[in-house]
C-alpha cells in the first residue's frame, strides 16, 4: 500500500471512528441508565429478579461496568483523534483498540457464563413451576377476579402482570436493538483505530517535512529565504519584486 493510500485510509478512518464513538457513548448511557433501573425500579423485571435473583445482582453489576468502561474509552478515541498526528496519537489509539479488544473478550466471557447459567436454570424444578404458573395464568386471573370483589389487591396484581406481559416483547426487541449496535461497533471500532493509528505517525513525518520544505522568511529589507539555505528567492528592488 502506497503511503498516500495509507494517508487517506488513516483519514477516513479517523473520521469514521469519530461516528462510532458516537454511538459507543449513546450505547453507553443507555446501559448505565438500564443498569440503575434494574438496581432500583422497584417493578422492573420483578419476575426474573425473584426467579434467578443471582444472576440479576451479576447481570446488573457487568452491566454497570461495561458501560462505564465502554464511556472511557469512547473518550479516550475522542482524546486520540483530537491530537495531532504523531507517535502519542498513534500509541494512544493503538491503547484503544487493545483495550476495547480486551473488553469485548470480557463480554464473550460473561454471555457465556449467562448463556449457560440459564439453560441450566430452563432444565431445573424452578422453571418447572413457571412454566405450570404460565399454564395456569388464565385461570389465576379469574380467581383474581373472583377475590377482587372482596379485596382490591389482586386487581392491581392482575393488572401488574397485564403491563409485564405487554412490555417484555418491547423490552426485548430494544435490549436485542443494543446489543446488535454494540456488537457492530466495538469490533469497528478497533478495525478504524488500527488504521487511523497506521496513518498517524506517517502524517507527522508529512506535515514536517511539508513546513521544512514550503517554510520561509523575510528580513527588514523585504527578501524572502528559504529556511534551511537562507539564500534569498525574491528581492525588492526599485520599487519592483525581482527573482533571483
Same mark, same amino acid.
Not at 38 to 52: A, F, G, H, I, M
Not at 143 to 158: G, K, V
Given at each position: 500500500?502506497?503511503?498516500?493510500?495509507? !494517508?487517506?485510509?488513516?483519514?477516513?478512518?479517523?473520521?469514521?471512528?469519530?461516528?462510532?464513538?458516537?454511538?459507543?457513548t449513546?450505547?453507553?448511557?443507555?446501559?448505565?441508565?438500564?443498569?440503575?433501573r434494574?438496581?432500583?425500579?422497584?417493578?422492573?423485571?420483578? %419476575?426474573?429478579?425473584?426467579?434467578?435473583?443471582?444472576?440479576?445482582?451479576?447481570?446488573?453489576?457487568v @452491566?454497570?461496568?461495561?458501560?462505564?468502561?465502554? &464511556?472511557? @474509552?469512547?473518550?479516550?478515541?475522542?482524546?486520540?483523534?483530537?491530537?495531532?498526528?504523531?507517535?502519542? #496519537?498513534?500509541?494512544?489509539?493503538?491503547?484503544?483498540?487493545?483495550? &476495547? =479488544?480486551?473488553?469485548? &473478550?470480557?463480554? @464473550?466471557?460473561?454471555?457465556?457464563?449467562? @448463556?449457560?447459567?440459564?439453560?441450566a436454570?430452563?432444565?431445573?424444578?424452578?422453571?418447572?413451576?413457571?412454566? +405450570?404458573?404460565?399454564?395456569?395464568?388464565? +385461570?389465576? !386471573?379469574t380467581?383474581?377476579?373472583?377475590?377482587?370483589?372482596?379485596?382490591?389487591?389482586?386487581? +392491581?396484581?392482575?393488572e401488574?402482570?397485564?403491563?409485564?406481559? $405487554?412490555?417484555?416483547?418491547?423490552?426485548l426487541?430494544?435490549?436485542?436493538?443494543?446489543? %446488535?449496535?454494540?456488537?457492530? =461497533?466495538?469490533?469497528?471500532?478497533?478495525?478504524?483505530?488500527? %488504521?487511523?493509528?497506521?496513518?498517524?505517525?506517517?502524517?507527522?513525518?508529512?506535515?514536517?517535512?511539508?513546513?521544512?520544505?514550503?517554510? #520561509?522568511?523575510?528580513?527588514?529589507?523585504?527578501?524572502?529565504?528559504h529556511?534551511?539555505?537562507?539564500?534569498?528567492?525574491?528581492?525588492? $528592488?526599485?520599487?519592483?519584486?525581482?527573482?533571483?
Open positions: 500500500m502506497s503511503r498516500g493510500t495509507m !494517508r487517506t485510509s488513516a483519514r477516513v478512518s479517523s473520521h469514521l471512528l469519530i461516528h462510532v464513538n458516537l454511538l459507543l449513546l450505547s453507553s448511557g443507555a446501559g448505565l441508565a438500564t443498569a440503575a434494574l438496581k432500583w425500579d422497584p417493578s422492573t423485571y420483578v %419476575v426474573v429478579r425473584e426467579l434467578v435473583p443471582t444472576e440479576y445482582r451479576v447481570f446488573a453489576a @452491566l454497570c461496568a461495561a458501560s462505564f468502561a465502554l &464511556m472511557l @474509552l469512547a473518550h479516550l478515541g475522542g482524546a486520540a483523534l483530537l491530537t495531532r498526528p504523531s507517535p502519542a #496519537r498513534r500509541t494512544m489509539l493503538y491503547t484503544f483498540a487493545a483495550l &476495547m =479488544s480486551v473488553l469485548v &473478550m470480557c463480554e @464473550l466471557v460473561f454471555m457465556s457464563w449467562a @448463556l449457560g447459567r440459564l439453560l436454570w430452563l432444565h431445573s424444578p424452578d422453571a418447572a413451576v413457571v412454566y +405450570e404458573a404460565l399454564d395456569l395464568r388464565d +385461570e389465576i !386471573r380467581i383474581m377476579r373472583f377475590i377482587n370483589r372482596l379485596y382490591p389487591l389482586p386487581a +392491581e396484581i392482575n401488574l402482570l397485564e403491563e409485564v406481559e $405487554q412490555d417484555l416483547p418491547r423490552n426487541y430494544v435490549a436485542g436493538a443494543g446489543v %446488535v449496535l454494540v456488537a457492530l =461497533s466495538q469490533p469497528l471500532s478497533i478495525a478504524l483505530a488500527c %488504521v487511523a493509528a497506521r496513518g498517524a505517525t506517517d502524517g507527522a513525518h508529512g506535515d514536517a517535512a511539508g513546513d521544512r520544505g514550503l517554510s #520561509r522568511s523575510t528580513t527588514d529589507d523585504g527578501d524572502i529565504f529556511s534551511d539555505s537562507k539564500k534569498p528567492l525574491i528581492k525588492y $528592488q526599485n520599487g519592483r519584486l525581482v527573482a533571483l
